[in-house]
């Protein structure tokens, strides 16, 4: 039965980790090669944690270079949530995916944007593999 139990989180935990690689270069490379323009937020849409601070997953209305406008929302795992109120924001967008968007954040050059949601995986991921271990040794 341990060895099912470490098969099993060692592999979710490895899976976690392999995630949260992609996603960060991906998003990386989003912040590197994305267009920037300005947009708007219009919406937030409110995610509950427990008892912890309400926080906001933003809706994001901009304009591409050619013209068309189009809103999104930056995804519920791309990005740290907002707990501020609408307004004007820094959209980079994909130009040849106009809704894979990310909102850039004053903070730590825009990455800590990608960063926080990388390292919150990240941890999760490692946290789940040394549980996993820590059975298996413990019950072997």
């Not at 490895?14 to 920037?36: I, N, S």
């Not at 944007?113 to 999760?124: D, I, K, N, Q, Y």
């Amino acid at each position: 039965m341990p060895l099912v139990v470490l098969i099993v989180l060692a592999g979710l935990g490895l899976a976690g980790m392999a995630y949260a690689l992609v996603r960060f270069r991906r998003d990386l490379g989003l912040l590197r090669r994305g267009v920037r323009t300005p947009g708007e937020v219009v919406e937030l849409r409110p995610v509950t944690r427990g008892n912890g601070p309400r926080t906001y997953y933003p809706v994001v209305r901009y304009r591409t270079a050619d013209g068309a406008e189009v809103t999104a929302t930056p995804g519920r795992f791309r990005q740290t949530p907002l707990s501020a109120a609408p307004g004007p924001v820094t959209v980079v967008y994909e130009p040849e995916r106009p809704n894979r968007i990310l909102v850039e954040s004053p903070s730590i050059a825009g990455r800590s944007s990608v960063l926080v949601p990388f390292v919150s995986l990240l941890t999760v991921s490692v946290v789940v593999l040394v549980v996993g271990i820590g059975i298996y040794v413990s019950r072997s």
